[in-house]
């Protein structure tokens, strides 16, 4: 037999195009290229033999056809892989879900893999995976939706469990627009990013399917209609993370309006109309307090304040902050000049006259918050505070205090607070928040009032406000560590619809965010507080998924940064400011 040389081991196409082939198993990559079905290589049996006669690859391909047979006959019973669909992966924690395209959907790796797999005529066998939507459910039940519990605290979205559980709910808007927030928060943990475009499509489903209920009366004044648009502002709250605000309010305000709708006892009918109620009233009150919309009017207050009393003493802590939005109002108002430009206004002997009544009603407001504080405090609402550093595990070691404060799990030095459940924790530092707002209206009426000569500083007045709005902030600085490492515990845990208390729980996150903001923002936190407050809301937008805290924490640190360059807080400007700067 004449020697003819090595056999080539290039694919039946590329010999017969007589090019170089790359010999890329399963399939030739010029092949793909070239847009051709690769008809394979073959064997290396095949490749050793000199004597190529016809009873020769006979033999050959005997024992090769029986393994072919042999192989489509046990995948027979599987699916076929569809051209498009989501492969979700489970990564080493239990919380962070990875989901990658397949076959033809966006990156070439995938189209490349699902043409190899069609051409080599192979069938992958399924894995045992559970649906993306469930998983979004499952993940927003642990998270967000708390039962209520006996004693002072209250639920978070339990109604959606009843309302979603009704016969006729998927005829109405709730579901889709539950899909959509259970999957932006989904999205919102690290590794879960693409999940995002899915979120951001069951968004726009559920907008259109809001207005079309909303053309009628009597959908309007459905439960189901209220709490798709509570879930539309909740999905802006979690979702939006270049402007946070302007979607929140815009669906909040459409909240507030449904309820207008009703009568007395139309919002009393129902557990899930009084719970989406004072929902709605506490987003109100934060959405006035921060000042996120304009100044609200002392009618509307009036009326969210007397309906759906259920606890007291809470009830109190929500009317002064309520009179805070009021006060902070009026101070905008009388201190403005009007002319948009943030100038001060003309002082004039009525105008300081009213500055100083102003005053006097802030300064009244602030003694009752902190009475109620004090009360609630010696009742056992509060623990008192502890300063060992290992209290509740989240004081830091010595070894651990080398850490730059904006990685730091409790503040340096600090006290820390431990509170009946998050409900008491919340109340809390929403009425400390109170406290340091008020405590800047006075302090600023003081400062316009004594002008650009005077100092106010030395006045009787401004050196309460100033110690309630120091005390205030150290406050909500020594709660921080508790909703931040809170997992639930022996009585609340249970009370979740599902999920293992092993990551912080996002109701916790959300429940702190706003009194963050407004500390991290006031002049009696120092610089080092400031950085420690940018820090704790930068860790729960990329560890907890809430997009806002994100804007807020940005927020921050330019105003931090802005009082380095100008010199007013040199001991804020420590070594790293520089780089946050830039990311700023």
């Keep these: 037999m004449v020697n003819t040389g090595h056999p080539s081991r290039a694919c039946d196409l590329c010999k017969t195009r007589r090019i170089r082939c790359d010999q890329t198993r399963p399939s030739c990559w010029k092949c793909i290229r070239a847009k051709r079905t690769c008809p394979g ?21 005997a024992p090769r056809k029986g393994r072919l047979a042999a192989e489509s006959t046990s995948s027979a019973t599987f699916p076929p892989p569809k051209p498009k669909g989501l492969c ?35 069938r992958l066998p399924p894995t045992l995976q559970t649906p993306l939507d469930q998983q979004a459910t499952c993940f927003f039940f642990s998270h967000y939706v708390l039962k209520p519990t006996q004693g002072p605290g209250r639920g978070l979205f339990t109604f959606l469990l009843s309302l979603l559980s009704r016969p006729d709910a998927k005829s109405t808007p709730l579901p889709t627009a539950f899909a959509a927030t259970a999957l932006a ?12 475009p899915y979120a951001a499509a069951c968004y726009s489903h ?104 259920m606890d007291m003493v809470g009830h109190a802590a929500l009317l002064l902050n309520m009179k805070t939005t009021l006060l902070r109002a009026d101070a905008d108002r009388l201190l403005d000049s ?12 009525e105008r300081i006259e009213a500055v100083m009544a102003l005053v006097r009603r802030a300064q009244a407001v602030l003694d009752e918050l902190g009475r109620w504080v004090q009360q609630q405090t010696q009742g056992g609402a509060k623990a008192q505070p502890a300063f060992g550093k290992a209290e509740a595990g989240c004081a830091a070691d010595d070894a651990a205090e080398l850490r730059p404060l904006e990685h730091a799990v409790a503040f340096p030095g600090g006290r820390l607070f431990r509170f009946a459940n998050v409900w008491v924790a919340a109340k809390h530092v929403n009425t400390d928040a109170s406290r ?49 490492a809170w997992t639930g515990d ?45 820090g704790r809301l930068n860790w729960i937008s990329e560890s907890m998924g809430i997009k806002p805290a ?8 330019k105003r931090l940064c802005q009082s380095c360059r100008e010199g007013s807080d040199p001991s804020g400007c420590e070594p790293g400011a520089d780089q946050y700067d830039v990311m700023a």
């Design 338 to 349: 009007g002319s948009g430009g943030g100038s001060p206004a003309v002082r004039t002997p």
């Design 490 to 534: 022996l009585v609340t845990t249970p009370l979740f619809p599902c999920g293992t208390p092993e990551t912080p729980k996002g109701f916790a996150g959300i429940s702190c965010l706003y009194p963050l903001f407004a500390t991290a923002l006031s002049p009696f936190a120092t610089p080092r507080q400031k950085r420690y407050l940018y």
């Design 185 to 196: 928060a989904l999205a919102g943990r690290p590794n879960s990013r693409s999940i995002l």
């Design 436 to 484: 340091v707002l008020l405590a800047g209206i006075v302090t600023r009426c003081l400062a316009w009032v004594s002008g650009p000569g005077g100092d106010a500083t030395r006045t009787t007045e401004w050196r309460a406000a100033a110690a309630a709005g120091t005390d205030a902030v150290e406050n909500v600085v020594a709660a921080v560590p508790y909703f931040l």
């Design 41 to 61: 290589y073959r064997d290396a049996f095949e490749l050793n033999l000199r004597d190529e006669t016809a009873a020769t690859i006979r033999k050959a391909h």
């Design 206 to 309: 559920a907008i259109n399917k809001v207005n079309c209920a909303l053309q009628s009366k009597e959908e309007s004044l459905k439960d189901t209609s209220l709490a798709s648009v509570i879930m539309l502002s909740t999905y802006e709250g979690l979702a939006a993370s270049e402007d946070p605000f302007t979607g929140w309010s815009s669906h909040l305000n459409g909240a507030k309006a449904l309820i207008r709708l009703r009568t007395p006892e139309q919002i009393r009918a129902s557990p899930e109309g009084v719970e989406m109620f004072e929902f709605v009233r506490s987003m109100m009150v934060r959405q006035y307090m921060f000042g996120f919309i304009g100044s609200p009017s002392r009618e509307e207050l009036v009326w969210w304040g007397s309906h759906c009393v």
């Design 550 to 557: 994100g804007a807020f924490a940005s927020c921050i640190w």
């Design 88 to 122: 979700v992966r489970q990564s080493s924690s239990r919380d962070v879900v990875a989901v990658t395209a397949t076959a033809t959907d966006c990156s070439t790796s995938g189209k490349t893999l699902g043409y190899c797999l069609e051409t080599a005529g192979t």
